[in-house]
Structure formats: structure tokens, C-alpha cells
């Protein structure tokens, strides 16, 4: 059967669940959208909790469902983000499966192809192996982190897990070229529970029919090359999603782009601005807050900085800042609650990304050749600014916490010195490869076509 004849064959459709984290909703959606153009129909299943705006998608059915969580554990996504996956992995069951078994049961619908859930809500395989229903993951992390997770046993039979404050410098010999301190790791009461979430990731996404990714293969050959051999299912590196569509100006989350980044950057001289953003979970504390404003307004460079209202512990948002701090820089520096990140990214105006590391953030990065200083705060981040740093050679890493001496230095190191040119061509390079993945001949452009072929032969 060829790509068209395949492609004519509409009628099946895809129902999509994303976990419920601005990180993780985008990327599903911008899956929904490729998946939606190569003649799928497609139903989103969601939380109430963090929903997106079905209006600002009218091509996609939406489905709806209680995830039972108690207040306290609604908010513990900030503060405990393990116990709170650990939650929604338990109390979505029934909500999903009877969702699931109704949609499956209308029979004034299509038929459903399959169904595509977070890697992270590993809980859905046991409910598509009971209702006959194949399932793809959708990884919206990196592959190179993707390692780290599945290496977990290893790791821990080594002695490098749970991390030891003594031995956060060492080499970890077996994953060159992560330090101890790379090491996905995140704040919580049980550092068994993170251990036991990664690893039902880890072997329910082994258990099912395939795993699309938001990456592409030259940026990471060796750990594809590496999941294709321990994980032996199908792997889809069809990244990345985003630049497959134009930017989107209606955001999916709770946040509202703040308007007045663009204007403002469109004053600013080309590739001078600082772009300083750490996603959608991250916190700090109050006394990194100003180091941060400081290590800012000592560079000399002008800044466009989100300071979401929940980003610093303790404060509602810019109220531990001196007085007069902003006025004092004469404009240098802008501070908004949430912006178009894609859309700043593209600006000529913006010479440098200061970020926690995401993925989404690094990826978007990368595909606008935008060089990067790297804050790792907890999980794959950290795996993904060693990668950056070390293994791409595209950014520079602040290695000491935050501190207002290292910050301004990086920040020249980046942008006037010729250690930050070379670092520059190196990440044009590479942008230019992520330009060529989505290419008529693009690694990512035939990985979408196996995709698409993959699923129209998936037996129910
Ligand atoms: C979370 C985890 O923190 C991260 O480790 C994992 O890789 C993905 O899930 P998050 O903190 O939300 O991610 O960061 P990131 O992956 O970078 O995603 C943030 C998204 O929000 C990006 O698509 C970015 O463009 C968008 N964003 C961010 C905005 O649109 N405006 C902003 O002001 C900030």
C-alpha cells in the first residue's frame, strides 16, 4: 500500500492523552496536530485539572475526566512532583479506563487505531492491554535522558543511586559524559518512589506497540542507536513537533502570553538581548531570585526575564527586588509573568537563552540557533545541560548555583567573547540540521511516514 492510498484511508481514529504539565501538554497536542494532518481524527482525553481551551482547538474532539486528586495533591506538583505523578498514575485508572471503554464502544464513531499516552502515565498499558487497544508512548523528553532512566538499576547496583552529596563530582564511568550531579534527581520525601515511577516508565513503555519521540536523529544518533537495541520496539524520532506548525499565539496552559515582549524586543539591537526563562515547574528561592537580578544588571546586557507568579518561594513575584531596580537600568531589562517563548526564540533581537533545561526549552533553542546558558534544576534537565554543554558544545553551564559573579562572566563569556562565537557557529550548525530533518528528504519527515504506516497496520 503506498503513503497516499494509506493516507485516503481516513475514518481511524487516535485518541491522545497527555499528562497533565504545560511541558507535556504541548508536545501532545503538537503531535495531535501532525497527526491530524496526515489524516487522522483525533480525541484528546484530559484531566480537569490544567485542561486546555478546546476552542483554541476545534478540529479535536475532547473528552473530559476527573482525576480525583485532593486538593493538596492538585498543588503538590510544585512541591513534590513525584508524589504527585505517583497519584495521577493511581487514581486516573478507573476514570480513564471507563472513558476509554465508552469511547470505544460508540459505534457511530470511527474506529479507533490506537491510543498515545505520556510515557509517564505508564499506568495506561495494563488498561489498552485489557481493552485490546494497542498503545504508542509518547516520549516528550530527550533520548540521551531516556538512557539515564532505563540505565536506573545499573545505576543504583553501582552505589550512584540515591546521589550522595560526597560523590556529586565523580564520572559516572558507565554514561560518559555525566557527572553524579547530572543525574536526574528531584526533590522528595522517598527518593525510592522516584526510582520506582522511572522504572514502570521505563518497562510499560518497552511493553507497548512503539515510542514516538520529540527529537531527531543527528542531534541524538548514539542514544537512539542505543534504545533501539535495549528497548526493542519501534522508535519514531519525529521531532521537532513545534517546528512543524507556525508558533501558536494561544497558549494551552493556565498562563497568558504577556504582550509587550515583542514590541519590546523589536527595540533592541540584534542578538543582544538575554532571553532568561526556567519553564513551567521550577522554583527558586528568594535569595537566588537576586542573585539572578543581580548577576542581570552587572552584565550590562539587556534581559527579557519570565518571572512566573509561583516561581519564587515565598513571594507573589517581583516584591524582593530593591526598590527602583528595573528603573535604575534604564529600560535594560524587562520582566514578564509568561511570554511567547517560540516566538521570542525567533527574534533577532535574542543572543543567548539563559534556561533550566526542559526539553522543550532546549529543543526550541536549538531549532532557532539560539546559544544557551544552562541552570539545570531537577530530573532529565540536568542530563540534558550536560548534554548542551559537553556533548553539543552550545552552551556554557553555570556551575557553581547561582551566583551573581559566575552569572555576569558566563554571561560575557557568551556574548561578547570569542569563546561564545565559537559556541555560536556550533549551535548554527546544528540548527541547520534540525532545518534538514524536516526536509522532503529529512530523517524526521520519513520517520513520520514509517509512523503513519506503523499505525494504519496496528491489529486491535
Ligand atoms: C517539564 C520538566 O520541568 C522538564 O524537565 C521536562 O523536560 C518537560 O516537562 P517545563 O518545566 O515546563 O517542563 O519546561 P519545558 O520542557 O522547557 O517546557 C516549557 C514550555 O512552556 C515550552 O514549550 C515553552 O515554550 C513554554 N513557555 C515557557 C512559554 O510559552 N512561555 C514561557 O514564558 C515559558
Redesign the pocket.
Known amino acids: 500500500m503506498s503513503n497516499s492510498e494509506m493516507e485516503q484511508r481516513k475514518g481511524r481514529r487516535l485518541v491522545l492523552f497527555p499528562l497533565p504539565?504545560?511541558?507535556?501538554i504541548?508536545?501532545m497536542l503538537d503531535l495531535a496536530n501532525i497527526l491530524h494532518s496526515r489524516g487522522f481524527s483525533i480525541t484528546i482525553i484530559h484531566t480537569t485539572f490544567n485542561s486546555p481551551e478546546p476552542s483554541n482547538y476545534p478540529h479535536f474532539a475532547f473528552r473530559f475526566i476527573s482525576e480525583n486528586l485532593p486538593e493538596h495533591h492538585r498543588t503538590c506538583c510544585k512541591t513534590d512532583l513525584v508524589a504527585f505523578l505517583s497519584m495521577l498514575n493511581t487514581k486516573c485508572g478507573p476514570p480513564f479506563r471507563d472513558c476509554l471503554t465508552d469511547l470505544l464502544s460508540d459505534a457511530s464513531e470511527e474506529p479507533i487505531a490506537c491510543l498515545i499516552s505520556d510515557a509517564i502515565l505508564y499506568f495506561t498499558q495494563d488498561v489498552a492491554s485489557e481493552l485490546k487497544l494497542p498503545r504508542l508512548v509518547l516520549r516528550?523528553?530527550?533520548a540521551s535522558?531516556f538512557c539515564v532512566f532505563s540505565a536506573f538499576p545499573l545505576l543504583k547496583e553501582k552505589g550512584y543511586l540515591p546521589i550522595q552529596d560526597s560523590r556529586l563530582d565523580e564520572p559516572v564511568v558507565e554514561l560518559p559524559p555525566l557527572r553524579v550531579k547530572d543525574l536526574p534527581s528531584i526533590h522528595t520525601n522517598d527518593p525510592e518512589d522516584l526510582y520506582n515511577l522511572v522504572n514502570s516508565m521505563v518497562s510499560q513503555s518497552k511493553a507497548s506497540s512503539g515510542i514516538i519521540w520529540n527529537t531527531f536523529q543527528e542531534l541524538e544518533p548514539t542514544a537512539l542507536e542505543t534504545l533501539h537495541q535495549q528497548l526493542g520496539v519501534p522508535l519514531f524520532p519525529i521531532g521537532p513537533f513545534?517546528k512543524r506548525f507556525a508558533a501558536t499565539s494561544s497558549?494551552s496552559?493556565p498562563?497568558t502570553?504577556?504582550g509587550t515582549c515583542i514590541p519590546w524586543l523589536d527595540k533592541q539591537v540584534p542578538q543582544s538581548v538575554v532571553y532568561v526563562?526556567?519553564?513551567?515547574?521550577?522554583t527558586i528561592s528568594k535569595t537566588q531570585f537576586l542573585e539572578i537580578a543581580w548577576g542581570l544588571a552587572n552584565s550590562n546586557q539587556p534581559f527579557l526575564w519570565?518571572v512566573?507568579p509561583d516561581l519564587i518561594h515565598g513571594s507573589d513575584w517581583l516584591e524582593p527586588l530593591p526598590n527602583g531596580f528595573l528603573e535604575a537600568l534604564g529600560g535594560r531589562g524587562h520582566i514578564?509573568?509568561?511570554?511567547?517563548?517560540?516566538q521570542?526564540?525567533t527574534h533577532p533581537s535574542v543572543g543567548a537563552f539563559w534556561?533550566?533545561?526542559?526539553?522543550?526549552?532546549?529543543l526550541?533553542s536549538i531549532c532557532e540557533g539560539v546559544p544557551m546558558i544552562c541552570m539545570p534544576?531537577?530530573?532529565?534537565?540536568r542530563v540534558?545541560a550536560r548534554f548542551v554543554s559537553e556533548v553539543w558544545g552550545i552552551g556554557l553551564q553555570l556551575e557553581k548555583g547561582v551566583e551573581r559573579g559566575e552569572i555576569e562572566r558566563t554571561i560575557k563569556r557568551l556574548m561578547v567573547e570569542k569563546e561564545g562565537e565559537n559556541i555560536r557557529e556550533r549551535m548554527l550548525c546544528l540548527k541547520e540540521k534540525s532545518d534538514h530533518c524536516l526536509s522532503r528528504d529529512g530523517f524526521s519527515r520519513q520517520s513520520s511516514d514509517n509512523l503513519v504506516r506503523h499505525i494504519l497496520l496496528l491489529e486491535s
Not at 504539565?21 to 507535556?24: F, K
Not at 514578564?336 to 517560540?342: D, E, I, N, S
Open positions: 504539565l504545560q511541558g507535556h504541548n508536545p516528550t523528553g530527550a535522558s513545534h497558549p496552559g498562563l502570553h504577556d526563562g526556567f519553564g513551567s515547574l521550577a519570565v512566573r514578564v509573568k509568561w511570554a511567547p517563548q517560540q521570542v526564540l534556561t533550566h533545561n526542559g526539553w522543550n526549552s532546549t526550541e534544576c531537577f530530573t532529565d534537565q540534558n
